[in-house]
């Protein structure tokens, strides 16, 4: 019901609460009751575009967004929002020219909207941009903690492990418990071949920081190699749990969709997995690794196509991608967030596409593959 009393800026208290708790369809529900009393407030159609881009409603966000800018051309929030929506409309150069107003109106300041626009460009695979903005937030703000480890992030992604694990060490020295770096770093610093000081990280985590499996899937890794754990050692029980947790349980209609799914003749543009790969280019330069490591190296998948691709988890993505026909002109990070979207547009399972090992483990809970070794 609608409540007179309650003024614009209410309103957007009120929404604001609840988006930032992931209610998106309530704080859209507030955000339509407060425009139809006050159709000009500016900060409404802000969250109201914000909101429609959580639920990845973009044509309605666009929406938001431009009328937003007809009552204020120099909203700093309303143009970082369209930036974003025009990102995913794959307009990147007028989503950056968006994204560039904010810092020609003065906004360089504004730490959490450099941020904001930082992360927009480094979704989408804009990583020099990203970097760019992250780097401005630092700029003005030394001593940010989560500024410093994103410059790391990006620098990780341009191909910079040096200076990415030099942000990151930064970042922890700032904040030792920011934990998001850690993980990172412990993970960077594993594929750097650096075991031991990758161990020391990841073993600073708890189980319930992982939002992933591939963190927890090296630590058992390393604590079986390292500290020499038997595989029903006690300590590793938490951690396994919280595999299980965010692998999850199938439920019915998981099951049925599972079903459905392997009985009915997939359409040859969404077969993804289906072509014949070729085989993987023979490595020469396999670093010294522990014994676990040794056996993990290499490993197989077979796809519901049942054919078996054998490779590290780099080359199996890059032969998937090859295979897809689709894709195979585009990298393997387009390749796995286009796989992860239609995935969940199709079933509501979000495949993690942040490097190849999460993706392929999730492309298998997924049921697209299988995990051979």
């Known amino acids: 019901m609608t409540n007179p ?8 208290e009120r929404a604001h609460a609840l988006y930032n708790e992931g209610k998106y369809d309530d704080a859209l529900d507030v955000l339509k009751e407060g425009l139809s009393l006050y159709p000009l407030a500016v900060e409404l159609h802000v969250g109201l575009g914000y909101a429609r881009l959580a639920r990845e409603e973009y044509a309605w966000a666009r929406r938001a967004f431009d009328e937003a800018l007809v009552l204020d051309g120099e909203h700093e929030d309303a143009l970082a929002g369209l930036g974003e929506v025009l990102l995913k409309f794959g307009q990147q150069d007028v989503a950056l020219a968006q994204f560039q107003q904010t810092l020609t109106l003065g906004y360089q300041d504004d ?3 450099m941020l904001q626009i930082g992360r927009a460009c480094f979704r989408e695979g804009l990583i020099d941009e990203a970097r760019s903005y992250f780097e401005i937030a630092v ?3 030394p001593d940010n903690a989560e500024a410093v480890a994103c410059v790391g992030y990006a620098l990780h992604r341009l191909g910079d492990d040096e200076g990415a694990a030099a942000a990151l060490r930064r970042a922890l020295q700032l904040d ?3 934990v998001e770096a850690r993980v990172y770093l412990g993970n960077l610093l594993y594929d750097r071949g650096e075991f031991e000081s990758a161990l020391y990280h990841l073993d ?14 090296r630590l058992l890794e390393l604590k079986k190699s390292i500290y020499r754990l038997a595989d029903d050692d006690a300590e590793l029980k938490p951690w396994e749990a919280r595999l299980q947790e965010l692998a999850g349980e199938p439920d019915a209609i998981d099951e049925l969709l599972s079903e ?7 359409e040859p543009q969404l077969e993804l997995f289906a072509a014949e790969a070729a085989p993987p ?9 522990p014994p676990a490591r040794l056996e993990s190296g290499r490993h197989s998948v077979v796809t519901s196509e049942g054919r078996e691709i054998d490779g590290t988890w780099e080359e199996i993505v890059g032969l998937l991608r090859d295979a897809s026909g689709e894709f195979s002109d585009r990298s393997v990070d387009d390749f796995m967030s286009a796989v992860s979207r239609r995935q969940y547009g199709k079933t509501g399972v979000r495949i993690s596409a942040r490097d190849a090992e999460s993706f392929i483990r999730g492309s298998a809970d997924a049921g697209l593959l299988r995990i051979v070794r």
Not at 281 to 289: K, L, N, S, W
């Open 139 to 141: 700029q003005e703000a």
């Open 111 to 113: 730490i959490e909207l």
């Open 5 to 12: 009393f309650l003024s614009s800026e209410e309103y957007d």
């Open 260 to 266: 459905i799914e392997s009985g009915e003749e997939q």
């Open 176 to 178: 030792g418990e920011h």
């Open 204 to 217: 600073r985590s708890t189980p319930e920081d992982h939002w992933d499996e591939l963190g927890i899937w």
């Open 281 to 289: 280019t023979e490595r020469t330069d396999e670093p010294t690794v």
